[in-house]
């Protein structure tokens, strides 16, 4: 895979730093992606979504959730169970620890998560301040201009 320059972009812009380091991020990644645990992204409305990721045989307790600076990170890790007498001759249920990272999007928060039948599902919204929204200008004659805004008052 041929490697992309974004050095010369970082010159002539201002607060595109975090979209240049997704897309170095994104560029970084070959054929060796992450493959475990398997997860699904769902639209579950207008503006919310679902992460569910199989981790099978992880409880609440060996599972780590945390969202910080546009990242959700799921991290798993097993205790050590003890030894018991049975002797395993074949292990196909992965239990290794792992690491997921999710980039989220401008204003998307993480509502919760639960654990039900060996799924992880984090329940994600999006929600848009007031200020952000798109909001109607409405259009008055020469000698009718409509002030959009309050003056700042000065006490």
């Known amino acids: 895979m041929r490697h992309v320059d974004f050095s010369p972009l970082y010159r002539s812009t201002v607060g595109f730093d975090r979209l240049f380091s ?3 991020q994104m560029a970084a990644t070959d054929g060796s992606a992450q493959t475990y645990p398997p997860y699904n992204i769902e639209r579950t409305g207008e503006n919310a979504y679902r992460i569910t990721i199989a981790v099978a045989g992880f409880a609440e307790t060996d599972l780590f959730i945390e969202a910080r600076e546009h990242t959700l ?47 992880l599902h984090i329940e994600l919204a999006r929600e848009i301040p007031e200020e952000k929204k798109p909001r109607q200008i409405p259009i008055g004659r020469d000698g009718d201009a409509r002030q959009i805004e309050a003056a700042p008052s000065v006490n």
């Not at 001759?89 to 928060?109: C, T």
Request: hydrophobic share 40%; no cysteine.
């Open 22 to 24: 997704m897309l170095d």
């Open 73 to 119: 990170t799921v991290r798993g890790e097993k205790k050590p169970a003890d030894e018991k007498s049975a002797e395993v001759l074949y292990r196909g249920i992965a239990s290794r620890a792992f690491e997921r990272r999710f980039q989220l999007a401008d204003h998307v928060e993480v509502k919760g998560a639960s654990l039900e039948n060996g799924l």
